[in-house]
């Protein structure tokens, strides 16, 4: 294979390798771009590392999802919730609680009950929550490890509970390890690692933007739980806001 510092010498032994009768290297898009003439005289162009750069890309746009589709996917983790799931009224939803309580995995929903998600998710938990998603287009979904939870912010509603600042920006690590300031329920994700796990136990976390900062947005039990694990290796999946690179470097593929 070759390495992203291939050189002219490299790309001759690469075709000399194919029976190739000569090549010619350029740099197009500062990818280097060898076109080889074929022993029955056609002229094709290989690309080789400029494949390598696409299927690296393509690798990283898998993971990348719609905002709608997050908030689709929210919407539907929490049809069966108790403090809720009963928020979500109308047409079509009766049909979806049934989709969850058969397990039915988010993927095999169609079109129609995305666009019902997501209408339900802004009548639910719009007015409240997508002030932290304006200007987010899409997402990412990566793996966290116990340190990146730790530096992500949680949001105003969160911060009540450890502080009279309601806009005191407080890190998931602060918010965790203070003491509360006011009651709490004891359904209250701050309690989540003494209760029995959902069956959405598994669903990505999403992260949004506070004033700029990184800030949790869903998944606090979820949170809560593996945080309490203490394990420095493990990880959980997030959703955190995508923000594309005008273009792709080489470096970010080996």
Same mark, same amino acid.
């Given at each position: 294979m070759?390495?992203p510092?291939?050189?002219d010498?490299a790309?001759?032994t690469?075709?000399?390798?194919?029976g190739?009768g000569?090549?010619i290297t &350029?740099?197009i898009?500062?990818?280097?771009a060898i076109?080889?003439?074929?022993r029955?005289g056609?002229?094709?162009?290989?690309?080789?590392?400029?494949?390598?750069?696409? &299927?690296?890309?393509?690798?990283c746009?898998?993971? $990348?999802?719609?905002?709608?589709?997050?908030?689709? +996917?929210?919407?539907y983790?929490e049809?069966?919730?108790v403090?809720?799931?009963h928020?979500?009224?109308?047409e079509?939803?009766p049909?979806l +609680?049934e989709? $969850?309580?058969?397990k039915v995995? !988010?993927g095999?929903?169609?079109?129609?009950e995305h666009y019902?998600?997501?209408d339900?998710f802004?009548?639910v938990?719009?007015?409240y929550?997508?002030?932290?998603?304006i200007?987010?287009a899409?997402f990412?979904? $990566? +793996?966290?490890?116990?340190?990146n939870?730790? &530096?992500?912010?949680v949001i105003p509603y !969160?911060?009540r509970?450890?502080?009279s600042?309601e806009?005191l920006?407080v890190t998931?690590?602060q918010?965790?390890e203070?003491e509360p300031?006011?009651p709490?329920?004891q359904d209250?994700a701050?309690?989540?690692a003494?209760g029995?796990a /959902?069956p959405?136990?598994?669903?990505?976390l999403a992260?949004?933007?506070?004033?700029?900062?990184?800030?949790?947005?869903?998944?606090?039990?979820?949170?809560?739980?593996?945080w309490?694990?203490?394990d420095?290796?493990a990880t959980? /999946?997030v959703? $955190? /806001? !995508?923000e594309a690179?005008?273009?792709?470097?080489l470096?970010?593929l080996f």
């Open positions: 070759l390495k510092a291939a050189s010498a790309a001759a690469f075709l000399s390798y194919c190739s000569f090549a &350029a740099r898009n500062g990818l280097l076109a080889m003439k074929c029955y056609s002229l094709g162009i290989l690309y080789l590392l400029y494949d390598y750069a696409h &299927a690296g890309r393509r690798k746009m898998a993971d $990348v999802v719609s905002s709608d589709y997050v908030r689709a +996917r929210w919407a983790s049809l069966l919730s403090g809720h799931g928020l979500y009224l109308g079509g939803v049909e +609680r989709k $969850v309580r058969q995995p !988010f095999e929903l169609g079109k129609a019902l998600l997501v339900q802004d009548r938990r719009g007015r929550l997508n002030r932290y998603l200007g987010i899409s990412q979904l $990566v +793996r966290w490890t116990r340190d939870l730790a &530096a992500v912010h !969160f911060v509970d450890v502080s600042l806009y920006k998931f690590k918010w965790i203070a300031v006011r709490l329920h209250h701050r309690y989540a003494y029995a /959902p959405t136990q598994d669903d990505p992260v949004g933007k506070y004033s700029d900062l990184p800030a949790l947005l869903d998944g606090y039990h979820r949170a809560v739980r593996f309490s694990r203490n420095p290796d959980l /999946p959703y $955190v /806001p !995508f690179k005008e273009a792709l470097h470096s970010d």
